[in-house]
């Protein structure tokens, strides 16, 4: 018996290592990802946008529809929509965003000036980094597969979340 609990307790520092060093490489992705996302502004020729302001008119344009804080927030997963109200209160007054008032709700849409200024995102995008992902093959870095992946780990995270909120 006690054989079996000392290889259960190699098994568990094993898989808890493990998961140090995985949660450390998605600490790494994170930051990494940020300072790409200012920098790809910077070189679009946004200079001074914060990682999270991007990220929002980019959300605000996906699929070309106007959107309300709330759906942004959920989206990109965040818990504090003040930040992403703060992010389009400062994208409004640089008129990269429009914003309507229906009843209650306001609805926030890309203006003219930041579909531009996605579209040259994309280009900087698409000549610095797809361009240098053409060193994987496809089947090595499908993306489409590899961003399902991120959705169900980012699912399970939420679940542990909520199951560590309840445990205190």
């Not at 600490?27 to 990220?55: D, H, I, T």
């Not at 959107?67 to 400062?90: C, G, M, P, Q, W």
């Amino acid at each position: 018996m006690a054989r079996k609990e000392q290889t259960e307790s190699v098994e568990d520092m094993a898989s808890a290592l493990a998961m140090s060093q995985f949660e450390l490489a998605l600490v790494v992705a994170k930051n990494a990802f940020e300072q790409w996302v200012s920098r790809c502004g910077a070189a679009a020729g946004a200079p001074g946008y914060s990682p999270l302001e991007m990220l929002v008119l980019h959300m605000v344009d996906h699929k070309g529809r106007p959107k309300r804080i709330s759906d942004i927030s959920f989206a990109l997963k965040i818990e504090d929509n003040h930040t992403v109200a703060y992010a389009l209160k400062k994208l409004t007054k640089a008129g990269l965003v429009s914003s309507e008032r229906i009843g209650k709700e306001t609805i926030y849409a890309t203006a003219p000036e930041g579909r531009d200024l996605v579209e040259r995102y994309r280009a900087v995008r698409q000549r610095c980094l797809i361009q240098s992902l053409t060193i994987f093959d496809n089947e090595a870095l499908d993306l489409v597969a590899l961003s399902d992946l991120l959705r169900a780990l980012s699912g399970h995270y939420e679940q542990a979340a909520r199951s560590a909120e309840t445990a205190i």
